[in-house]
């Protein structure tokens, strides 16, 4: 006997269908009009599908569609917000076209390992995602004409919750991609786009998924096809998981695969900006790219990818930068250099601050600063760190002459705001808040802003987080079959008049802690 399961999903009438345009979009995520037309739908399946409106669309009950129908204030709302969508994709008077529009066709690729984007889409795991997916955003509000590139994580980063004796436990879930917003590259012939790269004596292949964020194309490559055995398959399935194998190998598809998707799709970056040090092997492909297409020698080809290459690093501290024993980096990319023309000794050099100690590490910082002739830290004082870390990379040159300047990390306005303090913002700022967040102007006005008023909203907001993170005890006690004095307490826990400090994931030492008990008044 065959059992067959069968999915039954809600067909979206065409006057709907501006709704899943918009939800294939994440472009949602950081418009407040937009994530409120999809909570009018229905608010709790809005939650139940971690706010993702691609999911949430395939759980709405058709009736609820129908009612939307003939909702003529919901219609409304939807094509004002569908109208600004439409119009924010279709603008050619961005910041990037008024100020660099001769530019607009030299393409910068951006590099990174994780992007925190939304919630709905589960590829990262901290701040290093957070500030990429803020890249992402801002990156598309400017018009900047950038492509990103990384790695599609089956099981993303795990979640957390604590057992019945208080220990914290994780789990991986499953992402579906059928129910997310995003889309496999496809040929003219609708055939998947599949790259392949070398890793040690096989070929590992990886299809190409597309997010839209907004109007930049965030590509992530993903190995879990028949194609690949199963050890490869697993390549694209943690963020941050498995032994140093498996790191080498996420890092040498994100470089030389990503370099080769872009490839694939008929794009030829001007600009590659590799975020921390995880994507570095991108210069060598590039190397090889350019010795094969222009036939350049190893050093002319290196001089070009150089200076066009720009190298972000993250960590202030040497044992956080990744680094790999030699024989594992021979043992996977041994033949892979042979075609620039390298001896092992020499492409090991690349990778270490003292080329000629054949017993140090490879370090993927060390190749980044070799091979890039941008490099920055992320604020004034990392920037000083990093040229007293690195020096013995320029052994020639005083610190202060170390090629790594500063530039401080920003934020995406919208994506930092909550509704209340956005809805406050427009009242008293105007729009220009958003769209010229530098103006020293615009800013002035917040003092018109009455204190009451502002005082009000921030309570507003903090007895959400408390109600939020009662709600969540209860839950979780009322699942492991707590007593009912228990659960009763749940709605007791924390003060919402109460200033209220939280860690978030991990409290771990480098976030220092401390620093809040040294001046208590």
Excluded at 212 to 224: A, F, I
Excluded at 390 to 395: A, C, L, R, T
Aim: glycine share 6%; charged share 25%.
């Amino acid at each position: 006997m065959y059992i067959h399961s069968f999915k039954v999903l809600p067909r979206i009438p065409e006057r709907l269908k501006p709704l899943q345009e918009m939800a294939f979009n994440m472009w949602f995520s950081w418009n407040w009009e937009a994530v409120r037309l999809f909570t009018r739908l229905d608010i709790e399946i809005w939650n139940q599908s971690y706010q993702n409106p691609v999911y949430m669309l395939g759980l709405l009950p058709q009736e609820r569609l129908e009612a939307a129908l003939k909702d003529d204030s919901f219609l409304a709302s939807m094509d004002r917000v569908y109208a600004d969508f439409r119009r924010y994709l279709e603008a050619n008077n961005t910041w990037f076209d008024q100020t660099h529009g001769e530019a607009k066709d030299r393409v910068v690729a951006y590099f990174s390992t994780e992007y925190g984007i939304d919630e709905g889409l589960p590829i990262y795991s901290g701040g290093l995602g957070i500030l990429s997916g803020d890249h992402l955003k801002s990156a598309s509000d400017l018009g900047i004409p950038l492509v990103a590139v990384g790695l599609l994580y089956r099981q993303g980063y795990f979640q957390q919750y604590l057992n019945a004796d208080g220990w914290q436990q994780e789990f991986y879930p499953e992402n579906d991609w059928y129910n997310m917003p995003v889309h496999l590259e496809r040929d003219t012939q609708g055939n998947p786009i599949r790259i392949d790269v070398e890793m040690a004596d096989r070929s590992v292949i990886a299809q190409i998924w597309r997010v839209q964020v907004g109007r930049v194309p965030l590509y992530l490559l993903d190995t879990n096809i028949s194609e690949n055995a199963p050890h490869d398959r697993v390549i694209t399935a943690q963020l941050y998981g498995g032994d140093r194998d498996m790191r080498i190998r996420q890092e040498i598809l994100l470089g030389i695969g990503g370099i080769r998707a872009l490839t694939a799709l008929g794009i030829e970056p001007a600009v590659c900006h590799m975020n921390e040090g995880h994507s570095a092997f991108l210069a060598l492909e590039r190397i090889r790219y350019f010795m094969e297409k222009y036939g350049l020698s190893y050093e002319e080809a290196r001089e070009v990818v150089w200076a066009s290459n720009v190298f972000t690093t993250h960590t202030p501290v040497p044992a956080g930068n990744e680094r790999f024993h030699p024989d594992l980096v021979l043992h996977y990319l041994g033949k892979y250099v042979q075609k620039l023309g390298l001896s092992h000794n020499t492409f090991l050099g690349l990778g270490r601050e003292n080329p000629k100690d054949s017993q140090e590490a490879f370090c993927m910082t060390v190749l980044a600063l070799r091979l890039a002739a941008h490099c920055n830290g992320v604020s004034k004082l990392h920037g000083a760190v990093s040229r007293r870390m690195w020096k013995n990379i320029w052994p020639g040159l005083p610190e202060h002459e170390v090629p790594i300047s500063a530039i401080t990390n920003g934020i995406h306005v919208r994506s930092f705001l909550s509704h209340d303090m956005a809805d406050l913002f427009e009242r008293y700022l105007g729009p220009k808040f958003v769209e010229e967040p530098m103006a020293t102007e615009v800013w002035q006005r917040i003092y018109d802003i009455p204190d009451a008023e502002l005082w009000r909203t921030h309570e507003r907001r903090r007895e959400r987080l408390v109600a939020f993170a009662r709600r969540r005890l209860s839950s979780r006690l009322e699942r492991r079959g707590a007593p009912s004095s228990e659960v009763a307490f749940a709605d007791e826990v924390l003060d919402p008049r109460a200033l209220t400090i939280g860690f978030a994931r991990r409290f771990a030492t480098y976030k220092r802690a401390t620093l809040l008990l040294q001046d208590p008044e």
